[in-house]
């Protein structure tokens, strides 16, 4: 298996303002012989991407797993997670309440 830490741009794909970019670990069989299917791992609990690739515990590598049946393995943090960047979560919460404030305000 071989594996490839990239950063992906998420800029403009949710409400939240700044440059961001979530984190991936694209793991690739060792062998390709043809077209492949592409897997998606997004762990939860605050776990990070590094979740599906334990290598101290034999045989505990879910990605290794898949790689082994000829997916292509995508682990990926999601926003506030891992290495993904860390936004200010407030800041798009405090625009929407006053938003919809706003809204209702304008409806009365």
């Given at each position: 298996m071989r594996s490839y830490d990239l950063k992906v741009?998420?800029?403009g794909a949710t409400d939240l303002s700044g440059e961001l970019s979530a984190a991936v670990t694209v793991h690739v069989p060792d062998r390709i012989d043809g077209p492949l299917s592409v897997l998606f791992?997004?762990?939860?609990?605050?776990?990070?991407?590094?979740?599906?690739?334990?290598?101290?515990?034999?045989g505990y590598s879910q990605a290794e797993y898949h790689t082994t049946q000829g997916f292509v393995f995508v682990?990926?943090?999601?926003?506030?997670?891992?290495?993904?960047?860390?936004?200010?979560?407030?800041?798009?919460?405090?625009?929407?309440?006053?938003?919809?404030?706003?809204?209702?305000?304008?409806?009365?």
């Open positions: 741009g998420v800029t791992g997004f762990p939860g609990g605050g776990f990070g991407r590094r979740y599906y690739d334990i290598r101290r515990l034999p682990a990926c943090d999601q926003l506030g997670v891992g290495d993904s960047d860390h936004p200010d979560l407030r800041e798009p919460r405090r625009r929407r309440a006053c938003d919809g404030r706003e809204r209702r305000r304008r409806a009365a």
